[in-house]
């Protein structure tokens, strides 16, 4: 069964912390995906990456930055969390063209106090 | 560029009645369009997806849509909805270059009386 992995469900940090969140993916696709979902505003992309090394900034990238060293692994970073940070994010990842579906971790609920 | 709007932040129906969640789009050509389902505590899951020919798709769960160029519309459709069904919904359409992202609506919450 395919899988995208993140590596926490929930996690609570405090301000200024730096703040790793990690996703892996086993169906070697090439595009991985960092979304954040906030209550009335659906998801936003913040980052994503077509190939390994590869980043581009989605439309919330602000604060945030990825690190993409392996192909099934895909990063998000927060250099220094704030509480506007507070919110669900969720990694997915699809193979290479327009209309392939998106296969999404279950979320990482991060809290910054 | 290209949006996705869903009017309905949120809707109640009981069990058994029928279902249409609304979802309307703005993109330069024919779209792509898509819907996910997000369970309570899970990821997203396609229902289903449009990007060429007929224009009622078929899904998953007994979900359809119905693709509307003239109305821009993408509306979701289940005839008998169940307990199981209540849940977040999502329309999305692709971003701009052919990266394979996609944009999102704000999602409309479903819930099922019994």
């Known amino acids: 069964d395919v899988k995208v992995t993140q590596s926490s469900r929930y996690l609570v940090k405090r301000t200024g912390e730096k703040v790793f969140l990690e996703c892996v993916q086993d169906?070697?696709?090439?595009?991985m995906f960092w979304y954040r979902q906030d209550p009335g505003l659906g998801l936003r992309l913040i980052y994503f990456?077509?190939?390994?090394?590869?980043?581009e900034k989605g439309d919330i990238p602000e604060g945030y930055s990825v690190s993409r060293e392996k192909k099934e692994r895909f990063s998000l970073i927060l250099e220094s969390a704030s509480t506007n940070q507070t919110s669900m994010y969720l990694c997915?990842?699809?193979?290479?063209?327009?209309?392939?579906?998106?296969?999404f971790g279950s979320g990482t609920q991060l809290s910054v106090l | 560029a290209q949006s996705v709007t869903q009017p309905d932040i949120h809707i109640t129906v009981s069990e058994g009645a029928s279902l249409e969640l609304r979802c309307n789009y703005s993109?330069?050509?024919?779209?792509?369009l898509f819907w996910y389902v997000q369970s309570p505590g899970q990821g997203l899951q396609l229902l289903l997806k449009?990007?060429?020919?007929?224009?009622l798709v078929q899904g998953i769960k007994g979900f359809e849509a119905e693709f509307k160029r003239s109305q821009s519309s993408f509306n979701l459709r289940k005839p008998s909805v169940h307990w199981s069904d209540a849940a977040e919904y999502f329309c999305?359409?692709?971003?701009?270059?052919?990266?394979?992202?996609?944009?999102f609506g704000q999602g409309t919450t479903l819930q099922v009386k019994p």
């Open positions: 997915a990842s699809s193979s290479g063209s327009t209309n392939e579906k998106l296969f």
């Open positions: 169906m070697d696709h090439e595009n």
């Open positions: 990456s077509y190939d390994v090394k590869m980043k």
């Open positions: 993109y330069g050509a024919t779209p792509y």
């Open positions: 449009y990007f060429s020919g007929d224009t």
């Open positions: 999305a359409v692709p971003g701009s270059g052919n990266t394979g992202k996609l944009i």
